[in-house]
DNA sequence: CGTTCAACCTGGGCGC
DNA sequence: TGCGCCCAGGTTGAAC
């Protein structure tokens, strides 16, 4: 589920722990299979508690949560992955069988006792605890390319401007720019007016221009609607209100519904395994001066 | 290099 | 009611 939007919304739901110590830990045994924690949940127990968090960061769709260990040692990080119905909760969790991770903090002067869980329901999510060199092996420019906020045209050519992907499977590579998903990926397309299916390598400068404004600017946007909440059930903010970007979703989830720019139908294709939407009369290749035909592969061979 | 598939999990929704 | 199937915001590794 959660994207940048939906990641940097639980950011700051939890920018409180901040300057607070870490008085309780627990990797609840709940009556699902266990996530994915390093190392083993005791070990990790063991150097958080007493510890103070020092700060509360994100990079691409994962959170970073950084501790001064209780001796004064090295910092260390949680690095949390919700993957698809991983969140932060600090109120009461959905159902208490799915409570992954749960954080004590300490009272302190002008802030009572509290509580942070992580709770995910389909348990894909990962919780490691590293040092500042698993940090990077992990969350470095190897594996996460620039912020999806603020990625540019040049990064997105450097780094995909060869590739015969289709745009829309190159921009779920983390390694180009961090922070789209599948929801984010069909509306940055559908607002850039390009066809998911193109190949990289015949975008131009100027559809490079627009998906890169379109990408800083939907997911700005979708950062201020704290995300969009699909059904009910998996992501919400912290504190348990649903986010509001997905009232503003023009093609994802509206297969067959009218396109708020020609009224022709949505459009829901399949693309590495993932369902992709778009409108293909809106959406097409730069550089074709009019709508494409809806996908018969027959008639290329000419030009 | 790029695509396809399976796997990791739980649960909702649909057709029969 | 129940069963089987498809779907879901993500990521990884193996096979072709």
Redesign the pocket.
């Known amino acids: 589920?959660?994207?940048l939007p939906?990641v940097e919304t639980m950011r700051r739901g939890i920018g409180f722990l901040v300057g607070r110590r870490i008085a309780r830990a627990e990797f609840p045994r709940g009556?699902?299979?266990?996530i994915l924690v390093e190392p083993r949940p005791a070990t990790v127990i063991r150097k958080i508690v007493g510890a103070t968090i020092e700060r509360v960061d994100r990079r691409?769709?994962?959170i970073l949560i950084g501790i001064a260990t209780a001796a004064g040692g090295p910092r260390c990080w949680l690095v949390v992955?919700?993957?698809?119905?991983g969140r932060f909760v600090t109120t009461a969790p959905p159902?208490p069988?799915?409570v992954r991770l749960v954080l004590g903090l300490a009272a302190r002067p002008g802030a009572a006792a509290a509580t942070v869980m992580f709770w995910d329901?389909?348990?894909?999510g990962t919780i490691r605890l590293v040092d500042d060199c698993g940090l990077e092996r992990?969350c470095g420019p190897e594996?996460l390319g620039p912020d999806g906020l603020t990625v540019t045209a040049a990064d997105l050519v450097a780094c995909l401007g060869?590739?015969?992907?289709?745009v829309k499977?190159?921009l779920?590579d983390?390694r180009a720019v961090?922070g789209?998903?599948?929801?984010?990926?069909a509306e940055i397309l559908f607002r850039a007016g390009i066809d998911p299916r193109s190949?990289?390598?015949r975008l131009g400068a100027a559809a490079w221009d627009r998906i890169a404004a379109e990408t800083r600017r939907v997911l700005a946007a979708a950062v201020r609607c704290e995300?969009?909440?699909?059904?009910d059930?998996?992501?919400k903010t912290a504190d348990d209100r649903p986010?509001r970007f997905?009232r503003q979703h023009r093609v994802?989830?509206r297969t067959g519904e009218a396109c708020t720019g020609c009224g022709g139908a949505v459009q829901?294709i399949?693309?590495?395994?993932?369902?992709t939407f778009f409108c293909p009369h809106c959406q097409r290749h730069p550089g074709c001066g009019r709508p494409r035909r809806p996908q018969l592969p027959a008639t290329r061979r000419m030009a």
């Open positions: 589920m959660p994207e939906e009556s699902v299979r266990p691409g769709k994962r992955e919700p993957r698809m119905t159902t069988g799915h329901l389909r348990g894909l992990l594996k060869g590739s015969r992907r289709a499977v190159a779920l983390q961090a789209i998903g599948n929801i984010y990926a190949p990289c390598r995300g969009s909440s699909i059904g059930e998996t992501y986010g997905q994802y989830g829901r399949v693309q590495a395994q993932r369902s």
